[in-house]
């Protein structure tokens, strides 16, 4: 029979686990601005993208693992692209792709058969006033929060949190948000880091866009004109689970047994003595191959 877990005691262990793989990502942060809402998180990849366009008015960003909020995004295109050819474009709304992606996320979430999803979401839509701008973050098991201003997920939430908040005000230019959200996503409470343009992924819902497609993506050359004179940049801390145990050289050396990288074998013992056998002195030339063992004539095996 299987042991027997409450209920309570499986939910929590369920959570602590999502809230784990959603720790170890970069932070993503939201900002309203005058002009609609911006989205900027560290990412150096220019292939694989956090934040991405769901609809004409709507935006997708996310953090944890990659292929799981992948296949939430394509999931939530195609369910715009439906709803918009079925009805009407102006039913495809970020609070119904928000309750869609609340029942797929709690019901994973709740099953005992799979383990939960390691993501966390945002849905943003720009209306035509600042005041209709919708943000809505999705948390792993499916709760959803309507937030206004600004918000921010995964990596280190309080610390980043805590910038925002202190120096938010509504009616922010997009240089200033800009400025504002950069400068969060390099704070700690140590110190300060200077995050450098490539490494930067942002993009903006623009009400003030002529197309009816709000969305757009800032690009490295255009961030550094925008964000002005910072200092000198500095690298991304690395993870703990990048490091890995080498030589102090570098590189492995098969000459020395006591090297465990190279997983090099201790010199061979002399058969009759015991003794250690010296290393040749040639060690690509002929080598000297070693004596067999007497025969004991007593011996039936012999």
Known sequence: MPFYVSPEQLMKDRADFARKGIGRGRSVVAVQYADGILFACENPSRAL???????DRI?????GRSNEFE???IAGVRLADMRGYAYDRRDVTARGLATAYAQT???IFSSGGEKPYEVELF????GDAPSEDQIYRLTFDGQVADVQGYAVMGGAVDTVAGFLESRFEAGLSLEEALRLAVGALGHSDSSDRVIPESDLEVAVLDR???QPRKFRRIRPGDLGRMLGERGPASPAPEDDDQSAAVS????????????????????????VSGEPTPPPSDPVGPQEPPVAPPIDPRDPLG
């Open 59 to 63: 935006a997708f960003a996310a953090v």
């Open 123 to 126: 849905v943003a839509e720009v």
């Open 248 to 271: 102090p050289s570098g590189v492995d050396n098969p000459a020395d047994p006591t090297d465990q990288t190279s997983g090099a074998t201790p010199p061979l013992e002399h058969p």
């Open 105 to 107: 996320l709690g019901t």
């Open 71 to 73: 296949n939430l995004r």
């Open 49 to 55: 993208h956090k934040v991405a366009e769901i609809y």
């Open 208 to 210: 003030t866009r002529t």
